[in-house]
Each structure stands twice: as structure tokens, then as C-alpha cells.
């Protein structure tokens, strides 16, 4: 690939999103593969005793997600409500734990204070979402998705249903 065409759109090929957003995604996928699968999975299969139920919440999500990632590398626009939902936990995290920490002084030598530094990468990473195929794809009610080779849309799919029932 030519670096001239990493930054244009080829509406052919993943659904109009620029391959640097794709690119992008999968460097996110990877990221989250290789360091929170391997992390939450090793605290799994090493751990002995009785788990508390809410680490044991957030270590099975953290493996469960990290572990989806792997798809990503393969489907990054079909896997990307994995990385919406990383971003938004991390982001509300932020919000609601670390800030008021920050604000009152106190994060600093917190146990909050090591995930902060991990949970800042969460805007960067928004800045990686193609986010008008976001809103294509996943907000835009009764708006078929961009029409790919071989594909119906939605509308050709109720108007084939609608005729077939008359």
C-alpha cells in the first residue's frame, strides 16, 4: 500500500473508512490482546482460593474482552463496539474515581493512581475510532449501512418483505 492512498477513503474496502483509521484499530486490537488478555488471563488460570466477586467481575470482563480483541485483528469494523466500550469505561473511570481523587490531591500514591496512568491512553484511543462510521453504522436509526458489492440494504430488505406479504 502506497503511503498516498493510507489517508484516502476507498469506499470498496472496510465500508469507506480510511485504512489509517484500520490500521489504527488493529494497533488498538493488538495493544488490548497482548497485554489485557495475557494479564487477566494469567490472573485466572494462576489464581487459588475463593475470588471476591466484584475483582472476579472485572478480571472475567478484562479476559472476555481482551480475548475478543484477536477478532478484531482479523474484523476491525465489526469488532470495534469492543473498543467503544474500552474507551467508555476507561473514560467514566476517569470521570468518577480518578478526578475527584485528583481534584482533592490525594491520587498521587493512591491505589488509584497506577490504572489513571493506564486509563489516559482512553482518549488517544477515541482519537483511532473512524467515528462517522460509528454513527453511520451504530446510530443512525433506519438508515441502511453503506451498501457494499453483493450486499441489500435495509430499505431493499422491508420492501422485498412488504411485497412478499401482499
Known amino acids: 500500500m502506497k503511503l498516498k492512498t493510507f489517508f484516502i477513503r476507498n469506499e470498496a474496502r472496510h465500508e469507506g473508512v480510511r485504512p489509517i483509521h484500520i490500521f489504527a484499530l488493529r494497533v488498538i486490537y493488538l495493544l488490548m490482546c497482548s497485554m489485557m488478555a495475557v494479564t487477566a488471563w494469567s490472573s485466572i488460570l494462576e489464581h487459588h482460593g475463593a475470588w471476591e466477586p466484584y475483582r472476579a467481575m472485572a478480571t472475567c470482563v478484562w479476559a472476555a474482552y481482551g480475548t475478543l480483541s484477536v477478532l478484531g485483528l482479523l474484523q476491525p469494523l465489526r469488532m470495534l463496539p469492543v473498543v467503544l466500550f474500552m474507551i467508555f469505561y476507561k473514560t467514566l473511570w476517569l470521570a468518577v474515581v ?5 481534584r482533592a490531591g490525594t491520587l498521587a500514591g493512591s491505589s488509584a493512581e497506577e490504572l489513571s496512568y493506564i486509563f489516559l491512553a482512553a482518549p488517544v484511543f477515541a482519537l483511532c475510532v473512524p467515528w462517522g462510521y460509528v454513527v453511520r453504522r451504530f446510530v443512525v436509526i433506519g438508515k441502511s449501512p453503506i451498501a ?6 435495509a430499505a431493499a ?5 412488504a411485497s412478499a406479504c401482499r
Do not use: H, K
Not at 98 to 102: D, S, T
Open 98 to 102: 480518578a478526578y475527584p481523587l485528583w
Open 148 to 153: 457494499t458489492p453483493g450486499s441489500r440494504s
Open 157 to 161: 430488505d422491508r420492501s422485498a418483505s
